[in-house]
């Protein structure tokens, strides 16, 4: 009877869409033999809900090996309308997260129960003409749903074919691991990744060889196939090549070996209702110094957040290293910081002779008068290494920009960023009139943290030790003049004598201070 009317619509009403609700077990028949064009896969939510991963890994191979494209006629679900809701059935923790993810990167068509998404539990009837109970949607599962679901539906193209979709064992130290999940799938150059592991338990373990394929050439020959992970994803396998994964899940990426790949397979490692799902694939070729062999034999089956980062602290780890030394050298040790300093020259291959200007000698006599900065002086020491570089005229953080050293820099403390944006901001900040300028200081909150600003009974104060490294670093950057020595220690004096209040302090400016310019 079925097999007469799917003949007779596909003669007299060809635009329509069976849609089959089949017996237990036997969805594949509905298609393969009744010809339906889709069919409710009932077996996906039974078998993961009951966590039975080894029988619906076998319905799958089964099918891949007999045909295919009867996967992408499937209709997937959690729950339906004859059925406990999906919360009931999945809860609302990593499990239904989990299968929800398989939910929407299996091929067929992935469908949502009514009031699925907000968590309600009440089971819906056709015939209820109201809700019985008052449930709020569950926002955390919402926001989980935004998170992960809703960005690979957006990508359904990626995943509901058959053609390119390969199913994988998981191959652990104890053999095959039925309970995960792993499979791959393709549309033109975008390739996905995607394993699950559907039970309560931790596992670790490869993914190389796929199971078998049924596949069919242009004449309709057929033949059964099996490939590497390697193959599938399209990978080189010629030493240098590295491909770097990005994992949907906490957006840490995963370093790749061409090579290793293909030998080896990818090795992975899963928590209780794990997944991990790999969208954007990048192929990367090694430089001369090889920095991204270095980051992949200390990665090498490991995630890490930030790849750029990375990348710059491995490339550029030795002018990192004296960069930090740099930041923590105390003032008063001028040796050691031009030892630094010729380190720097020498690694950036740039002349190694230091000479200091007589005006900058005089001044920095003047500021080694003040025991106050026999500490750890970042500030004046980075403000002295940019006037150094200046005299071979080249700006220090234009340099560290242009090499995105200065992102590692600001990134591996507090302290430093403060440093770097002062400095960076004193640079920029027009100073010809020192009271002015000392005003507009105050109304920038980097320069604020630096200065170590504070409320203490209602009162902003600010702390005597940077308040006054900043100084000598606006001195030692004035090349015209503006800021006087008379200048530096009648602020200080001010400062002192307000007992470091901002409001008191910049309250002392007088009118006829702040027009003397550099006298």
């Known amino acids: 009877f079925w097999r007469e009317v799917v003949d007779r619509v596909g003669r007299e009403a060809p635009d329509t869409l069976l849609l089959a609700e089949a017996f237990w077990l036997l969805e594949g028949y509905f298609v393969r033999s009744l010809g339906m064009h889709r069919v409710y896969n009932s077996a996906f939510m039974n078998m993961l809900k009951a966590e039975e991963n080894a029988k619906y890994r076998h319905i799958i191979k089964n099918i891949l090996h007999f045909n295919p494209e009867i996967l992408k006629r499937f209709v997937n679900f959690m729950s339906n309308p004859d059925e406990q809701t999906a919360i009931e059935q999945f809860g609302d923790g990593g499990k239904y997260l989990g299968v929800c993810l398989v939910l929407a990167t299996m091929p067929g068509l992935p469908m949502f129960a009514h009031g699925q998404i907000e968590g309600f539990r009440e089971k819906y009837g056709m015939e209820y003409h109201r809700p019985y109970l008052k ?70 373990g490869y993914i190389k060889y796929s199971c078998e394929k049924m596949v069919k050439d242009a004449w309709g020959n057929t033949s059964y196939v099996k490939k590497t992970i390697s193959e599938a994803l399209g990978l080189k396998k010629d030493k240098g090549y590295y491909y770097l994964l990005k994992n949907h899940r906490n957006n840490n990426y995963l370093l790749i070996s061409g090579e290793d790949a293909e030998h080896e397979g990818l090795f992975f490692e899963l928590g209780a209702y794990e997944f991990h799902l790999f969208i954007d694939i990048n192929e990367l070729t090694d430089d001369s110094d090889l920095t991204i062999s270095k980051i992949y034999n200390i990665y090498k089956n490991r995630f890490f957040e930030d790849f750029e980062e990375l990348y710059i602290k491995t490339k550029y780890e030795n002018l990192l290293s004296i960069f930090n030394d740099l930041f923590n050298i105390r003032s008063a040790n001028i040796d050691n910081f031009l030892k630094k300093m010729e380190e720097l020259f020498k690694l950036l291959n740039l002349p190694t002779d230091i000479k200091i200007s007589k005006p900058l000698s005089e001044k920095l006599i003047f500021i080694s008068a003040f025991t106050s900065l026999d500490k750890d002086s970042g500030l004046l020491n980075l403000t002295l290494a940019d006037l150094m570089f200046k005299e071979k005229n080249i700006d220090l953080l234009e340099l560290l920009s242009f090499l995105k050293i200065d992102v590692v820099i600001k990134k591996q403390s507090e302290k430093q960023r403060l440093v770097y944006e002062t400095l960076r901001k004193m640079k920029c900040f027009e100073r010809s009139n020192p009271y002015d300028f000392i005003i507009k200081i105050f109304e920038d909150l980097d320069i604020q943290k630096f200065l170590a600003v504070n409320i203490y009974e209602g009162e902003l104060y ?23 020595i008379y200048q530096i220690k009648k602020l200080i004096a001010l400062a002192n004598e307000t007992t470091y209040s901002v409001t008191k302090f910049l309250k002392t400016f007088t009118p006829e201070e702040r027009t003397e310019g550099g006298s």
């Open 135 to 204: 449930e709020e949607p569950n926002q955390y599962l919402i926001d989980q749903h935004i998170r992960f679901i809703f960005p690979l539906l957006k990508k359904r193209y990626l995943f509901s074919e058959a053609k390119d979709f390969i199913l994988y064992d998981f191959i652990t130290a104890h053999g095959i691991d039925e309970d995960v999940f792993a499979y791959s799938n393709a549309c033109g150059l975008e390739k996905a990744v995607v394993i699950y592991n559907n039970r309560y338990k931790h596992t670790s």
């Open 462 to 484: 600010f702390v005597k030790e940077p308040f006054e490294e900043l100084l000598f670093c606006l001195y030692l950057l004035d090349e015209k003049g503006y800021l006087t």
